[in-house]
């Protein structure tokens, strides 16, 4: 299985949504709440490119985007071989 690593605000209603579809699919995943963090934010920005909308996701060690990004790739079904 992938590693998932995923960068997530506790106030974030995008970050809830990804983590109950990833939980609706059976991925398993590490949460990195920014929220107060100032270090994990920073090590956000630096993986994401910058970016600092939540979520922000990993698969692999790759970025995959925000949640947006993670229902476009399960749309052209691409999700489930990343996730392999």
Do not use: W
């Amino acid at each position: 299985m992938a590693e998932v690593v995923i960068y997530t605000k506790t106030y974030c209603p995008f970050s809830q949504k990804c983590k109950e579809f990833l939980k609706e699919k059976n991925v398993e995943f590490d949460e990195k709440l920014v929220d107060g963090d100032p270090l994990t934010l920073a090590e956000m920005k630096i993986k994401s490119g910058e970016r600092v909308d939540t979520p922000q996701i990993f698969i692999n060690g790759h970025h995959i985007g925000n949640y947006d990004d993670l229902k476009t790739l399960e749309a052209g079904g691409k999700l489930g071989k990343l996730l392999k």
